[in-house]
């Protein structure tokens, strides 16, 4: 993805020349340029959620997903 959004951004020019961190904010910069930033009002995704949002979550799927009289334990 690199090479789409930066024409010098070559496999060797990054290994050789460039930290991970430098390489992960050059990505990141790129990408809200070229596709935007997410709308403010947008539900998170997994990856932006904490261990108690993602297990809040679980637990209401499973509530509303359980079967009646079935037990969810496994789940």
Known sequence: ?????YGWATK???LEKMSFGQIAMYLQQGVEIKWGKPPKGKAKTAKEMT???LRANR?????QFAPSGGSIEGL
């Open 1 to 5: 993805m690199m090479g789409i959004l």
């Open 59 to 63: 637990d209401k799927l499973r509530k």
């Open 12 to 14: 060797e020019y990054l």
């Open 51 to 53: 261990a108690d949002e």
